[in-house]
Every structure is written in C-alpha cells, then in structure tokens.
C-alpha cells in the first residue's frame, strides 16, 4: 500500500501564502508515489480545496465538533468540511487534547460524526514524556485506542509522541517499530479484521532527513507532519522518501 502523508499546517497561513503553498505541493505531487493531503486552517479551507481541485491532493480540516449543527460557537461541523471541499479530518490532536480538554470520549463521538459526513478521519494519539519515562506508553495508547475508536472505525491512526512534536526530537527507529507493532496489535484486538486495514502514520519531527528511516520501518504507513508541511520542497521531500518505498500488507 502508498504511505499516506499529511500535512498539519495548524494555525499557519493568510490566504496568499496557503493558496501559495498548496499550489506548490500539487505541482509536486504528480512525480510521487504517496498520497498526500493537506489540512489548512479552517478560514482558507475552501479556497485550498478550490486551487487542489482535479489534483492528487486531497484536502482535510483539523478538527469538527460531533454534533451537526447548532450552539457551539467558533465550531465547525463535519458537514460544513465537507462543504468546503474536505474529504479527510484530523482528530483528537494533542494540541486540542492540551488546549480544548479533549477526551477520548469526545474524541470518539467526533469520528462517528466525520464518518457519517464522509470525512475519512486521521485520530491522533501518543504519550507524553513522563508517560514514557514511567514505561507507560503502550498503556497509554492501548487506553487511547479504546476510548477514541468506535468498534467500526475506518479511518486512520497517527501515532504522535506528544514529547516529539515540534521539538526535533524523535523516539528511536526501535521505539517507533515497537509502538507500530503495539499498535497495530491494538487495533486487531480491539477492531478485529478491520483492524488490520487501518493505516497507521507516525507524527513528531518528521522531516527529509529522516523521513526514508521512519517510513521504512514495519507497520508505518505513512507520516502526519507538522512543521515541515509548511514548506513544500520540505513536505515532498517527505513524500518522495515515502514513496521510493513499497510494502506488501494492506495497513503497511
Ligand atoms: C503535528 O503537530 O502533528 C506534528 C507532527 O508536528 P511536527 O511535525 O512539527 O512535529
């Protein structure tokens, strides 16, 4: 299967520069084997599905609220991503754990709202440092997994080490295989066969250099990237040392 590169530009980008930028990564898209999306911030969400429109580049938000409509002010609704041109949506971030108290529970009810608009959701998991120090990573994202997954989930998991996102600090190539490997035992357990289908990404510093390493390891089918999607020679880059690669295996 094609890894699956996404693009988190978080709260970065004016109309200009976004619609720079995405125009930047189509132009680069067509010479990889990858599949690429971007997920810009909501005010320029439209105008980014717009310029991708017809290329290979698909579109996502970073967020929605579970419900359908109504008073959540400042919130959007899985419907109105889909309205914009989206088709893909990140959820449960750290950030948006951290920021907005985010639970799992909550989590779980915005997938069920994204599925059902026929957004494909990216779920974010991932421990903190202190979590890791104390041994209690895999417990974390084992609970994690539980709780922000309903039973028939078909979406993607991005493993994202909280203690490595934007700080150009990675876990080791043996760590991420091992946590790949947790979680893809996870998700059989929990999901069953359709656990095996889910693609899972690893997210945390992810750049050029050390894209091709990250990428080949078993079970990383793919990267959320941060940082390094705001520049589009950075977020290829990451996509053309993805797609020198090829894995049997349908989650690979
Ligand atoms: C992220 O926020 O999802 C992320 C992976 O950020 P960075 O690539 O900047 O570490």
Known sequence: MRHLIAGNWKMNGLAAEATALAEAVAQGASAVSADLVVCPPATVLARVAQSLAGTPVGVGGQDCNAAASG??????????????????VILGHSERRADHHETDDMVRQKVRAATEHGLVPIV?????????????????????????????????????????????????????AEMHGFIRGELRRQLGAAGQAVRILYGGSVKPANAAALMALPEVGGALVGGASLMAADFLGIARAAGALSKPGAGG
């Open 124 to 176: 974010c998991v991932g421990e903190t440092e202190a979590q890791r120090q104390a041994g209690r990573h895999a417990e974390t994202v084992g609970w994690q997994i539980a709780g922000s997954l309903p039973k028939d989930f078909a979406g993607v998991l991005a493993y994202e080490p909280i203690w490595a996102i934007g700080t150009g600090r990675t876990p080791t190539e043996a760590e991420v």
């Open 71 to 88: 008073a959540h002010t400042g919130d959007i609704a899985a419907a109105m991503l889909r309205d914009c041109g989206a088709t893909w």
